[in-house]
C-alpha cells in the first residue's frame, strides 16, 4: 500500500503514530516520518489512522505490487521549518 501525508494539513497531533508505529512517527515535535509503502500486514492499522486524524492529513491508496513493501523508511518531508 501506498501511503501520503498532507504535511501542510498535519497539525502533529501524533494520532497516527500511536495507532500505527511502524509507519508514522514524529521527529521532534512537529515533524512528522512516514513510511511511504508500508507491509501489508500493517494496513488495518495504518487505515485506522488514516481514519482517526483529526485533520484528515493522511490518504492511502491498496497496491498488489510486492516491491511497494521492499521500500526503505524515508524522511519525506517536516512540518515546520
Ligand atoms: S497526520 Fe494527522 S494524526 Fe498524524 S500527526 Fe499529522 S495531524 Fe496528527
Redesign the pocket.
Known amino acids: 500500500m501506498r501511503v501520503v501525508?498532507d504535511l501542510n494539513?498535519?497539525?502533529?497531533?501524533?494520532?497516527?503514530?500511536f495507532l500505527a508505529p511502524e509507519t508514522?512517527k514524529?521527529a521532534g515535535e512537529e515533524a512528522?516520518m512516514y513510511h511511504p509503502g508500508p507491509n501489508n500486514e500493517h494496513s488495518e492499522k495504518v487505515l485506522r489512522?488514516a481514519a482517526?486524524?483529526?485533520?484528515q492529513?493522511?490518504f492511502v491508496e491498496e497496491t498488489n505490487h510486492q516491491n511497494d513493501e521492499q521500500k526503505e523508511n524515508k524522511e519525506v518531508g517536516k512540518h515546520h521549518d
Open positions: 501525508v494539513s498535519c497539525q502533529g497531533y501524533a494520532q497516527c503514530c508514522f514524529l512528522l489512522a482517526s486524524c483529526p485533520v492529513a493522511i
